[in-house]
């Protein structure tokens, strides 16, 4: 009914509007104006066209959504992945400009030993996974690694090249490389890759899973197209991520001063001595001193120490708002405590009035306490703005140079 109460509404609609454009034409038969108007109407909902087809489905879907709540069908990420593996794969192999004589060799690479493939029964470990492959591309990265550091730095302490190359073989470069060139979105498994945390009876995590499978296809590369490509893949993609990297994050020396001088000596250059460039405001309670190492006359690094009064009254105010949180937490447990065990003896006001100065007290210190880190980091500001200035002023400063008088002209 409500089908044909709206075709009769359209057919209405449009034998008026078709008058009303044909009123000015003489000889024109009213009864083709009707014609006309049902064709026009009947076009726009005939059994079969788009406009009906979508106008069905989108009905089906309410009814579907009011009788049985089944929701619109939602991109499976993992579903895509398993059904267009093949077609992923050689996305994978064009995107990083590879090509593999055997495809069965990076197959491996990304299954893990959990993987069950379609059709077989039996023993999961008696299928092909990637645990001799990764071996392999384990070795083969650590020894490329190494080799391009000593090489590039040669003068490098033995130490350092070890926090360097720890730095690059970490899960958390891995997994962070692995997930840039999609490589995780490949790897073949039981479970779900990122629901692999909440599997708690399992004794590999997920960056254990992403680790392995990275150096598996190291090993794939190294098998399948020779040392050459493994280290070319190495160079171009795990030891670049050492750049835009602090190295004073990655680099630690316990005696950092013992290692330069090892440095110096073993290049054949003169012990580096630390010397103080320029001084301001000793006298004051904020010194500021500008140190500069050299080797001979050769000036290696300079920068700008403030005095340690900041440094002392900063740790001394961190120290005095610790203890004032505390001091407010255990007056806030001992109230507690106390209205527990006074409630009904009739000393519930004298102990309320007591606890009361005692957190009106501690409200105070608060606001002094944070006085003063706001006054000490004014103070730490102004700090670096006069050594930056002094150290300008003294670098732009120049004397005058007197012009030569020459000897005066004799009459």
Known sequence: MNMATTAVKE?????????????????????????????????RFFRGSNRDKRRRERNLRLKLKEREGIQPLVFNKKE??????????????????????????????????????DGRKGSVHTQENNGKLSLIGVTASSLYIVDHL?????????????????FLMGRSTIVKLSKLIALADLIRMEHDLDELNKEKHLDYRQEDVICDAFFAFIGAI??????????????????TQLQGEELHKILHFPSAEIVLTNIFIT????????????????KTNFPIYVVGVFSGEQMISEEGVE??????????????????????AIIENLSNQVSTVVKGTGYEKEFKQIFDKFANHTKKIQNVTKK???????????AAVWSETTITFSKDFKKPKREKQGKPKMR
């Open 222 to 239: 190294y098998i399948d197209q020779g040392p050459a490509e493994a280290r070319r893949f190495v160079d171009d993609f795990v030891i």
């Open 307 to 328: 005095g340690e009064v900041i440094n002392t009254l900063s740790n001394n105010l961190e120290t005095v708002t610790s203890l004032v949180k505390a001091q407010s």
């Open 80 to 117: 895509f992945f398993r059904r267009n593996f093949e077609r992923e794969l050689f996305a994978f192999k064009n995107r990083l400009g590879l090509t593999f004589q055997d495809d069965n060799t990076l197959r491996t690479a990304l299954t893990h030993e959990s993987y069950k493939h």
């Open 150 to 166: 000593c090489n590039t730095y040669p003068s490098l302490p033995c130490l350092g090249v070890r926090c360097l190359h720890d």
């Open 372 to 382: 003063l880190n706001k006054t000490v980091s004014h103070i730490n500001e102004l």
């Open 11 to 43: 057919v209405v609609v449009c034998s008026t509007l078709l008058r009303q454009c044909c009123s000015q034409w003489k000889g024109f038969p009213q009864m083709n104006v009707l014609n006309s108007a049902s064709v026009i109407s009947g076009v």
């Open 267 to 282: 290049g054949g250059k003169e012990k580096p001595v630390a010397r103080v460039i320029q001084e301001s405001g000793v």
